[in-house]
């Protein structure tokens, strides 16, 4: 499958910001929207479902006129625009319409959507599903339109949830705030107003010798009602794979920033190596630390600058993001996880110099909400040269075998927001360089000096005269000239340390530093853990 680029896909979002085939007509009209057959949906129906076809063989989807489908190309697609006249939920219930992407090159795949009701029978409340009919007339398209040329009902490609629809915050009919469009992934925005990380249903396979990743699909989406006082946003969807099968309901809230309860039960056909659960995809380019000269104008490039981590046995950590030379995995072993996620730090401006404003993308944090086990949380590096595409991939992998017939329950959160949603004492990293170590007159050629800074948490409260200790453990080398210092800025409660790495002469192997500020026996940061790839 090809996917567009992620500033595409990004330009998209902000110029918005069990059942057979589909049927060629309605017996029923509700937000001016067409409406298919009635028939029954539970919750325990839908798991039923995904369990029996998941004992079936893998029917892979088909695209309805795909010579048509495959001319609508980027350009095309983002001059075809959903009428909001025709949202779901235009006039209520609820805060929040939805409205309906159409299908392109990139998305060429019918995804079933259905709106959900409670009925009547003659002892009790029963909910019953309608399929919403794809019609082309639902969006308004410019009159050479490849789409104008479609001569039946293909489908929808995804859905958006727009703003609150009579808020005092952006117009809903111009401005949206989550997105589920291509494969299983989506998308919501953060405080700032801006899309940036994805979030996956699943990842299976990625990065493995031998073996194709597989993309999984989003084929049906239920939309519940919302219930008197309710704000909340209630969907359920169905995911099909050739290796898996999963019953998902997303339970969507609009606040600060956006939170999504997530509750999976996955059922699955074959083996899988690398079986990812809540992954999440980001891009990093560059950073200062990091950054060649001249590489491009801008200081730096990234949705994302670290990945943070609070382990089962309550250690805190950050792991600043690189761009290795190939491909890099690494695993944090842990049991029962508090939360992961992959974050945005520098928060300037000044950081970036660009319009499209990576200091206001959204930070993903995973809180689960049921006990995972042992397991991994994995992170994948990509090399890159640009910006174009996500190449940073981070997921919880259970130690836990992934086979054929077996089954698999997740309960978590997803977080939306600038900053982790749980602060602590410590204080946190909020800078790496990396310079030549040693003194100029007698600097050994393998030896490399490491500025970390923290702010805030403990560091606030430090006795007047007293110097943290800087704590460094390498994996392989020798750490030399450890110091710690208060940042000369005049800011309180921002402190640096700096050591100098030597005696990598052995190869060009990585190695891995750990780095934390203590008092005594006192824990005052976050554990700095850094990938370091010798020149």
Known sequence: MTFPTRRQFLSLCAAYLSSGPLVSH???????????????????????????????????????????????????????????????????????????????????????????????????????????????????????????????????????????REGTGPNWRSNDWAAFLGASYFRAIGDEYQYGISARGVSINTLVDHQKEEFPLFTHFYFEPPQ????????????????????????????NGVTTEVEAELFLRRDISRFGLAPMTSMYWFSDKDKRFQEDWRPEVHDSDGLSMWTGNDEHLWRPLINPRETDISYFSDENPKGFGLMQRERHFSQYQDAVHYEKRPGLWVEPLNAWGKGTVQLIE?????????????????????????????????????????????ARCIGTHIGRGGEPAHRPADSHKFEVTFSGGDLFHLAEGSIPEAVVTPSRGHVANVACEAVPNGEPGQWRALFDLTGLHQGRDPVDIRLFLRQGTNTLSETWLYHFLPA
């Not at 898996?244 to 609009?254: C, K, Q």
Request: a negative charge; zero cysteines.
């Open 26 to 164: 309605a017996e029923d009209h509700l937000d001016n929207l067409p409406l298919g057959i009635s028939h029954d949906f539970s919750w325990a129906g839908l798991l039923e479902h995904a369990r029996k076809t998941a004992l079936q063989p893998y029917q892979a989807p088909i695209s309805p006129e795909p010579g048509i489908i495959e001319r609508i190309d980027w350009d095309a697609h983002g001059q075809i625009q959903f009428n909001m006249d025709h949202a779901l939920f235009a006039d209520g219930p609820g805060d929040y319409p939805i409205a309906f992407f159409h299908p392109g090159k990139f998305f060429p795949f019918p995804v079933h959507m259905y709106r959900l009701e409670q009925a009547l029978t003659s002892r009790q409340s029963a909910t019953q599903a309608q399929e919403i009919l794809f019609n082309k007339k639902l969006f308004h398209m410019p009159a050479n339109s490849p789409a104008q040329e479609l001569n039946q009902p293909v489908g929808f490609a995804g859905f958006r949830i727009q703003e609150n």
């Open 228 to 255: 008197p006082g309710s704000h909340d946003v209630s969907l359920y969807a169905l995911l099909d794979g050739p290796s898996l099968t999963g019953a998902y309901h997303f339970i969507m809230s609009r606040g």
């Open 382 to 426: 990509l090399h890159t040269e640009e910006e174009l595409y996500d190449n940073v991939v981070a997921a919880w992998v259970p130690d836990q075998p992934a086979r054929a017939g077996s089954h698999h329950h997740l309960h978590y959160r997803l977080y939306w927001q600038a900053d982790t949603p749980f602060p602590n004492h410590l």
